[in-house]
C-alpha cells in the first residue's frame, strides 16, 4: 500500500466492508501426474470436457474446467486445478466470470429483503460529507459531497468565510462514473493544484495541474506512472517531487514497485525530461516515499520495507544542485520512523526501541543518534498512532485500550493540554499550518457520527464546524467492549453494538467483522452501513485481532509472517465467545472481512467451517503460494512470507485458503465480492477460490459477485456502495433463514 496500496483495504470497503495438513489431492502422485517445479511452466492441455462439481448439484453452478497442475515446492507437492483462471485476458476466464457474475446477479438480484435494504442503505449513504479544511496561501481547500451526489468534490474558499468554490468535480469526468479522483495536492500559495485522476476507479493513474483561479488544465503537465505519486511541491511553486513508476506494461506488474523512483518536475516541462533525483530500489517488496516541508528545504526519501521497518535519507535543497548528496537520517533495521519539519528541526515519530512509539527532536547538523533527543517517551499504557505540528506546537494522538486521546504540547515534549473529547470514540490529530493557530480535527465513534472542530492552538478553545446529519437514532443502540482469551490466552478486545435493552438468547443475527494486519487498528468509527442491520435485531461485532496497531508494534509482529496463524485463532476465538455469551449461535454468525480480511474469514472458514453460517468474503487474497507474483504481491512479503523461501512456504502452506478447501466438507454459504479492474489485489484469488469451493462443497450456495469499472476500494460511487452492501447483507440474512 504506498502505505495504502497493500492489501490493506478496511478503510475503502463499506462492507463494514483448517484443520491444518495438506488438502486431499496433495501428498503423494501417480506417475500420470505431471509435476512442475518452480521454474516449470504450468500444464495448459485441458481435459476432454469440464467436469461437473463433486456435490449439490442442485445449485446449478456454471460448468468449470478442472485440470491436473501440480509443482513440487519445497519437497511439497502442491495441487492448483484452477490456474487457468489466473489469466483474466483468455476467452475461456471471460467467459466464465460472465457466466458466474450473471449467475451470482440472477440469485442476489430476487432476494426478498434485498430491496429494503437497499432503501434505508440510500437514506444512510446519500448524506453531506465534509473532510478537514486546510489552507494553502490565502485559500482553504477541502472535500465535500452533496447529499445527492455519487462523489466527493473537492472545493476552495477565498479565505477561511469566503465564498465556496468546485476545484474538481469528478462526477463531471465520465459518463458512467468509471473515472475518480485520487490523490490532490496544492501548492504552498494556493495556486496550482496537481491531481491523479483514476480509471475504471483501479489504483493506475495520471497526474494532471490545474490552476486553480481559472480551472485551466495544463496540456503540458501530465504525468503517467502516477499510481504512488503526489505532488511535493516546492517552496517557489513552480516545481514539485513526485515518486514516478514506469508506464503500466513496460515492465512486469510484479516487478514494478522496485522501479520506482524520485523525480522534480517543472511546470510547463515536458515529463519525459523530468530531473531524475533518487534512483530505483530494484527491490519489488520496497515502496520509495518522497516529502518535502513547507519551508522548502529538507528533502526526503523513505524506503518502505513492508509495514515494520524504514530507511529515511535527506537532502539539503538550499545547497547548490551540485553540492546535494542525500544523507541517511534513520536505518529502518529497528523500526518506522516518520518526520514532520519545523524551523530546521526534525520530530521523528518511531517505534525504534519502543514498540508503543515514541517521539524525538534531531538537529539536521548533528544527526547521529546519540544526538538524538527524546522529546515523548513512550507510554507503557497506550500507543502514540501519529503526530503533527500546528501551531508552533505538537498534536498527539494516542490509542489507549483502542480509544482515543489527543494532547497538545510544547516543541519541547511539555504537556499543554489533553484535548477534550466528546466520548469513546477516534480522534485526529490537529491539522493546519505549521505557524497557524487556528486548527481542526476529527471526531467519530460507533454511535456518533463524523463530526469536525475548529480549535485555537495556543487556548484550546473549540466549536463544532460540522457534523454529518445521518438519519438514524445511533441513541437507540450501545456498545460494549468485550475481552476474551485467543488460543493461546492473549486478551484480546472486540466491539459489540447492539440494540438497547437486547436479550442474550443466541438468536440475534450477527456479522463478526476482522482484519488483522498491516498495523490497522480497528477504531471507533461512525459506520453508517451497519445500522440497517442493526435495526432489524442484529448484533454487529468488530474484533481487534493481532496484526493491527491497537498495542503497538508487538501487537503487530505477532500477527504477521510465520505469526500469522495468530490472527485466525483470534478470530475464531471471538466468535467462540459471542456463541458462549450468547449474542448469537453459528447458525446465525456471518464472517465479514475484505482484501487480507478476506483472507483471514477464507481461512476461518477452511478451518474451523461449523463454526459460521455465512461467509461475506471481499477483494480477498486466498492463494498465499502465488499472490507475490501477481499486482502488488511482492510489496506484501515483509507481512506474509514468500513462498520461495522455505520457512515461509511452511507458514503459508499451513493456511493458504485455497490450499485447504477439502471435497465433501459442509461448507457455509458463501459470496465472494471482487472487482474487475482491481490492480491492488489480483481478481484471481476470488475466481480461483469461487471455483473450487463450488467443486467441493456439500454446504451452502457459492457465489461470485462481480463489479464492473471497479478498483480495490469499490466503485466510488454512492449507488455501487448501496447495491454492495443491500447485496451482502440479503444473502446473508436470506441465508441465516435457512
Not at 92 to 97: G, I, S, V
Not at 210 to 225: K, T
Not at 324 to 343: P, Q, T, Y
Not at 676 to 703: C, M, N, Y
Request: aromatic share 10%; proline share 6%; with cysteine.
Amino acid at each position: 500500500m504506498f502505505r495504502s496500496a497493500g492489501p490493506l483495504a478496511p478503510f475503502v470497503w463499506v462492507s463494514l466492508g483448517i484443520a491444518l495438513g495438506c488438502a486431499p489431492e496433495e501428498g503423494g502422485r501417480t506417475p500420470s501426474t505431471p509435476v512442475l517445479s518452480a521454474s516449470t511452466p504450468p500444464v495448459t492441455k485441458p481435459p476432454p470436457s469440464a467436469e461437473a462439481p463433486l456435490a449439490r448439484p442442485e445449485y446449478g453452478y456454471p460448468a468449470t474446467r478442472r485440470e491436473v497442475v501440480r509443482e513440487r515446492l519445497h519437497g511439497v507437492d502442491v495441487s492448483d486445478p484452477y490456474r487457468w483462471l489466473e489469466d483474466a485476458s483468455s476467452s475461456e476466464t471471460q467467459a466464465w466470470m460472465k457466466a458466474e457474475a450473471e449467475f451470482a446477479n440472477g440469485k442476489l438480484s430476487v432476494l426478498p429483503e434485498r430491496e429494503g435494504f437497499a432503501k434505508r442503505l440510500s437514506e444512510l449513504f446519500y448524506v453531506e460529507g465534509m473532510t478537514v479544511p486546510k489552507r494553502f496561501g490565502k485559500r482553504w481547500f477541502y472535500s465535500r459531497r452533496a447529499p445527492k451526489s455519487e462523489k466527493w468534490v473537492v472545493y476552495f474558499r477565498e479565505g477561511v468565510k469566503g465564498s465556496e468554490k468546485v476545484l474538481l468535480d469528478p462526477n463531471t469526468w465520465s459518463t458512467d462514473g468509471s473515472k475518480s479522483l485520487g490523490a490532490w495536492s496544492v501548492s504552498w500559495d494556493g495556486k496550482k493544484v496537481a491531481y491523479n485522476v483514476r480509471a475504471n476507479n483501479s489504483d493506475e493513474a495520471t497526474m494532471n495541474v490545474m490552476d486553480v483561479a481559472s480551472g485551466r488544465v495544463s496540456e503540458v503537465d501530465v504525468i503517467q506512472g502516477a499510481k504512488y505519486a503526489r505532488a511535493h511541491w516546492t517552496r517557489q511553486n513552480d516545481a514539485f517531487y513526485y515518486t514516478a513508476l514506469p508506464p503500466a506494461g513496460s515492465v512486469p506488474v510484479d516487478e514494478r514497485p522496485g522501479y520506482a523512483e524520485m523525480r522534480l518536475h517543472r511546470l510547463g516541462q515536458d515529463p519525459a525530461s523530468d530531473t531524475l533525483v533518487r534512483e530505483r530500489t530494484g527491490d519489488a517488496r520496497t515502496f520509495l516515499a518522497t516529502s518535502l516541508g513547507k519551508d522548502g528545504r529538507w528533502l526526503f526519501a523513505t524506503i518502505e520495507h513492508g509495514w515494520n521497518a524504514t530507511d529515511v535519507y535527506f537532502q539539503d535543497l538550499n545547497e547548490k544542485p551540485a553540492a546535494r548528496k542525500w544523507r541517511r537520517l534513520a536505518d529502518g533495521a529497528d523500526g518506522i520512523f516518520s518526520v514532520e519539519v519545523h524551523r530546521d528541526r526534525f520530530y521523528v515519530h518511531t517505534n525504534s526501541g519502543a514498540p508503543t512509539w515514541r517521539v524525538f527532536r534531531v538537529d539536521p547538523a548533528k544527526i547521529e543518534r546519540e544526538h538524538w533527543k527524546e522529546i515523548v517517551p513512550a507510554r507503557a499504557d497506550a500507543t502514540l498512532q501519529g503526530i503533527s505540528v500546528v501551531g508552533s506546537k505538537l498534536s498527539l494522538a494516542y490509542l489507549k485500550d483502542v480509544v482515543s486521546e489527543l494532547e497538545v504540547r510544547e516543541l519541547d515534549g511539555k504537556l499543554v493540554r489533553k484535548v477534550d473529547l466528546p466520548g469513546l470514540g477516534s480522534a485526529s490529530t490537529l491539522v493546519g499550518d505549521p505557524d497557524d493557530d487556528l486548527a481542526y480535527y476529527s471526531y467519530e465513534s460507533f454511535t456518533e457520527p463524523f463530526t469536525i472542530f475548529e480549535t485555537r492552538v495556543t487556548t484550546g478553545q473549540k466549536t463544532r464546524y460540522f457534523r454529518a446529519n445521518v438519519p438514524v437514532d445511533s441513541a437507540k443502540y450501545v456498545v460494549d467492549q468485550e475481552k476474551f482469551p485467543s488460543k493461546d490466552g492473549t486478551t484480546v478486545p472486540m466491539f459489540v453494538i447492539h440494540e438497547k435493552g437486547a436479550k442474550r438468547t443466541g438468536a440475534a443475527p450477527t456479522i463478526l467483522y476482522g482484519y488483522g494486519g498491516f498495523q490497522s487498528a480497528e477504531t471507533p468509527e461512525f459506520r453508517a452501513s451497519i445500522f440497517p442491520w442493526l435495526e432489524k435485531g442484529g448484533v454487529f461485532v468488530i474484533a481487534n485481532l493481532r496484526g493491527g496497531s491497537e498495542y503497538g508494534e508487538k501487537w503487530h509482529q505477532a500477527g504477521m509472517r510465520h505469526a500469522k496463524q495468530n490472527v485466525f485463532d483470534d478470530y475464531i476465538a471471538a466468535a467462540e465467545r459471542l456463541v458462549a455469551l450468547q449474542w448469537t449461535r453459528r447458525e446465525k454468525l456471518v464472517a465479514l472481512g475484505a482484501s487480507n480480511g478476506g483472507l483471514l474469514v477464507g481461512a476461518a472458514m477452511t478451518q474451523r467451517p461449523d463454526l459460521f453460517q455465512v461467509i461475506l468474503c471481499g477483494v480477498p487474497l486466498i492463494d498465499m503460494l502465488r499472490y507475490h507474483k501477481f499486482g502488488s504481491g511482492k510489496t506484501w512479503i515483509e507481512e506474509y512470507g514468500s513462498a520461495d523461501d522455505a520457512a515461509d512456504f511452511r507458514a503459508l502452506h499451513a493456511y493458504s485458503p485455497y490450499h485447504h478447501v477439502k471435497p465433501g466438507t459442509k461448507y457455509p454459504s458463501v459470496l465472494v465480492l471482487s472487482a474487475d479492474s482491481d490492480d491492488r489485489v489480483d481478481p484471481l484469488h476470488a475466481r480461483k477460490f469461487v471455483a473450487e469451493l463450488q467443486h467441493a462443497s456439500t454446504g451452502g450456495i457459492v457465489l461470485l459477485r462481480i463489479e464492473r469499472q471497479s478498483g480495490h476500494g469499490g466503485a466510488d460511487l454512492v449507488r455501487a456502495r448501496v447495491d454492495k452492501v443491500a447485496d451482502e447483507y440479503a444473502f446473508a440474512w436470506s441465508e441465516l433463514a435457512r
